[in-house]
T-cell receptor
Framework: AQSVTQLDSQVPVFEEAPVELRCNYS??????LFWYVQYPNQGLQLLLK????STLVKGINGFEAEFNKSQTSFHLRKPSVHISDTAEYFC?????????????WGLGTSLAVNP | ETGVTQTPRHLVMGMTNKKSLKCEQH?????MYWYKQSAKKPLELMFV???????ENNSVPSRFSPECPNSSHLFLHLHTLQPEDSALYLC?????????????FGPGTRLTVT
């Protein structure tokens, strides 16, 4: 069965520092990968997605993620965070072959950016 | 209005009440979803509709009853809920389900069952 593991439930970081939010997945078939962000009292918004092609994907708000097939990872990075990046971040995968193509979600990582 | 809207944003109801959550998408999408978001749990997919037809029900208790009158509107009818049903209920839409299309989310309805 597919699963998504976000290795850190909480990540505190100082403003302007770099950050990496980790995501690993398990799947017997190839997948599409997504990162969503949820700001306080809001719904989820897509940050970026990997479908095919270059393994380095750039998203909104200066975020990027790298797909590593051998390590089944899709870690999210930002070189310099702002206070406004404080939010919950969710990694999700969907199979791109066979049946049962539903989004599988991680538990989320709470990013707290401190001044 | 743009994107996906949900009303009400907050709802407090007793266990014997009947209420409905409403979702509307202005994106021309064909698939709509209800999710339940509880603290410390992954997002739980509840229902999926494709072209107004329900294509997925993830073993959701019958006290939750969805309705999709057209591709733009989705309702979740609630009756005799339990305190453990308190959560954020999110509606989403996408061009179609089971595809790499991203899902667009509404802001959610914060439900408290007393």
């Amino acid at each position: 069965a597919q699963s998504v593991t976000q290795l850190d439930s909480q990540v505190p970081v100082f403003e302007e520092a770099p950050v990496e939010l980790r995501c690993n997945y398990s799947s017997s078939v190839s997948v599409y990968l997504f990162w969503y962000v949820q700001y306080p009292n809001q719904g989820l918004q897509l940050l970026l997605k990997y479908l095919s092609g270059s393994t380095l994907v750039k998203g909104i708000n200066g975020f990027e993620a790298e797909f590593n097939k051998s390590q089944t990872s899709f870690h999210l990075r930002k070189p310099s965070v702002h206070i406004s990046d404080t939010a919950e971040y969710f990694c999700a995968v969907i199979r791109n072959a066979g049946n049962n193509r539903k989004l599988i979600w991680g538990l989320g990582t709470s990013l707290a950016v401190n001044p | 209005e743009t994107g996906v809207t949900q009303t009400p944003r907050h709802l407090v109801m007793g266990m014997t009440n009947k209420k409905s959550l409403k979702c509307e998408q202005h994106l021309g999408h064909n698939a709509m979803y209800w999710y339940k978001q509880s603290a410390k749990k992954p997002l739980e997919l509840m229902f999926v509709y494709n072209f107004k037809e329900q294509t997925e029900n993830n073993s959701v208790p019958s006290r939750f009853s969805p309705e999709c009158p057209n591709s733009s509107h989705l309702f979740l009818h609630l009756h005799t809920l339990q305190p453990e049903d308190s959560a954020l209920y999110l509606c989403a839409s996408s061009p179609a389900s089971g595809s790499p299309y991203e899902q667009y989310f509404g802001p959610g309805t914060r439900l408290t069952v007393t």
